[in-house]
């Protein structure tokens, strides 16, 4: 982050701009908008300057800048089209730690003034920290366009609520489902259409209704990109008050929840410490007690190798209320991003999803049917027991000629995708790296053409799968 973001507040603040054209104008035209004491210092002042300073708003400094006048000044702006000056002005200030702007000039500036939507109180800032300006104009568009005009009215209403509606609602959470339902619901409405005074009767009366219920929401996260989210999970995720999340959730996604919310990690990986399963229901079970929203967010989709149905059936019985969000799952989302269709009319009529971690009690797989031609095969967590699923597959008919590919961190930005044929797959995967995904099928062949994402990594890590056999 070049530049941190700060909203100043500048009523009666002594404030210098330098320069008396129509650009110093506009600046100065911002700052009086913001309450500041604004000095001007300019030879000669334009006829806006002049209406200003004849009705008190602005002072006339000086003509010449010099740096004393820079003396208990808050912050300064520099807009002449003098280089020279601009320049003494910025180093003068820079001298006595004054915010200093030079007006088009990002090399001068110990500020930068954002492009701003103003629905006041409510106020968004934009800036493309000086790179493309006219980039941040077009989002300013957009949101100028998306925000409705009421926001502020809304939030000034709300504002003075605020201390009343601690004394009904006692809990901080308790407070913030209003606030959404309020903000999300019949609230918004009366105030957009003016209804003001209806709009705090509005208020009134959802504040005498009783607490929320807590609630789960189990989450599909997709494979690791945040774009293959689904709407409903990133609203939920935004409005979680607790979220209990695996290791394979990627850091992408973990950065769209709520920043307030607290995160508890639960994963589970082969081989590591992790919370046992019995932990991660009674904690789910807890937190909805409490009232709290509470979002399970695991990997994929929750119902395809996840335990989510485990997880929903202890919740049934505590009697808590809870929906599922799907996920792009592992097969659907890496596959894709290697440019492998899981079916093909020519190559693969069925699609099937095995997990090669069974439960201790042994394999309960039927081999014969896994081993029939024209259909992929997807292995979910099956690095480990690769060996084992290649010998029984090619015992059961598969051809040991059978494309395969490993794919490690499907959809991620370090997605690697590793190729060969089913006799070498347990060679190919003492290359790979968990989370890895295993296909079987002639479909892999089809990545040669159809491959798009992360391609040049693609490329040499192909030919480094070529040395290999
Ligand atoms: N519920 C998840 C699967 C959980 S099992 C889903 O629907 O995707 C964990 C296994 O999923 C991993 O061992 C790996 O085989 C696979 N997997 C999950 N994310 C993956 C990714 N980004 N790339 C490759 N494989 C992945």
Not at 3 to 31: H, Q
Not at 55 to 64: I, K, L, N, P, R
Not at 414 to 436: C, F
């Amino acid at each position: 982050m070049d530049y941190l973001p700060i909203f100043a507040d500048l009523k009666r603040r002594p404030c210098l701009v330098v320069g008396g054209g129509e650009v110093a104008w506009r600046k100065t035209r911002m700052l009086l908008k913001a309450g500041a004491d604004v000095r001007v210092i300019a030879p000669e002042l334009n006829a806006d300057f002049r209406r200003a300073v004849q009705s008190g708003e602005v002072t006339h400094f000086a003509d010449e800048f010099s740096p004393s006048d820079l003396d208990g000044i808050f912050l300064a702006i520099a807009a002449t089209d003098r280089k020279a000056v601009n320049a003494l002005v910025y180093q003068s200030a820079n001298q006595r730690q004054v915010m200093v702007n030079v007006v088009d000039d990002t090399q001068r500036c110990s500020f930068i003034v954002p492009s701003v939507v103003d629905r006041s109180p409510i106020i968004v800032a934009i800036s493309s920290s000086g790179r493309a300006p006219v980039l941040a104009r077009l989002i300013r568009e957009k949101l100028e366009a998306t925000l409705p005009q009421h926001l502020g009215r809304m939030a000034e209403i709300a504002g003075r609520f605020r201390a009343r509606l601690a004394k009904t609602v006692m809990t901080l959470s308790g407070r913030r489902h209003f606030w959404e339902q309020a903000f999300n619901g019949r609230f918004s409405d009366l105030v957009a259409a003016g209804r003001e005074q209806e709009a705090e009767h509005e208020l009134q009366s959802l504040s005498l209704k009783s607490e929320p219920q807590g609630q789960v929401a189990l989450i599909g996260a997709g494979p690791g990109d945040a774009g293959l989210l689904t709407l409903r999970a990133l609203q939920l995720m935004q409005q979680a008050d607790v979220v209990l999340y695996d290791y394979l959730v990627s850091d992408e996604v973990m950065e769209l929840v709520r920043r307030d919310a607290e995160q508890v990690c639960v994963g589970k990986k082969a081989g590591f410490h992790s919370v046992p399963q019995e932990e991660t229901n009674r904690l789910l079970v807890e937190y909805a007690r409490q009232g709290k929203r509470v979002v399970r967010l695991k990997g994929g989709d929750p119902f395809v190798f996840g335990r989510g149905g485990e997880e929903l059936e202890v919740l049934f019985d505590a009697g808590i209320p809870f929906q599922v969000v799907p996920g792009i799952t592992a097969a659907a989302g890496a596959t894709a991003y290697a440019g492998i269709p899981l079916t093909h009319r020519d190559y693969a009529q069925t699609a099937m999803f095995i997990t090669g971690h069974q439960k201790p009690d042994g394999d309960q797989l039927d081999w014969s049917t896994l081993a029939r031609g024209k259909q992929t095969l997807v292995i979910y967590m099956g690095l480990m027991k690769s060996g084992y699923i290649g010998q029984q597959l090619i015992s059961h008919g598969r051809a040991p000629e059978t494309p395969v590919a490993i794919i490690e961190r499907g959809t991620q930005q370090t997605q690697n995708v590793l190729k060969g044929q089913l006799h070498e797959l347990a060679q190919l995967a003492q290359h790979a790296a968990s989370p890895a995904l295993i296909v079987v099928g002639e479909v892999v062949n089809l990545s040669e053409k159809l491959h798009w994402f992360g391609k040049q990594e693609q490329q040499s890590q192909h030919t480094a799968v070529v040395k290999l056999a």
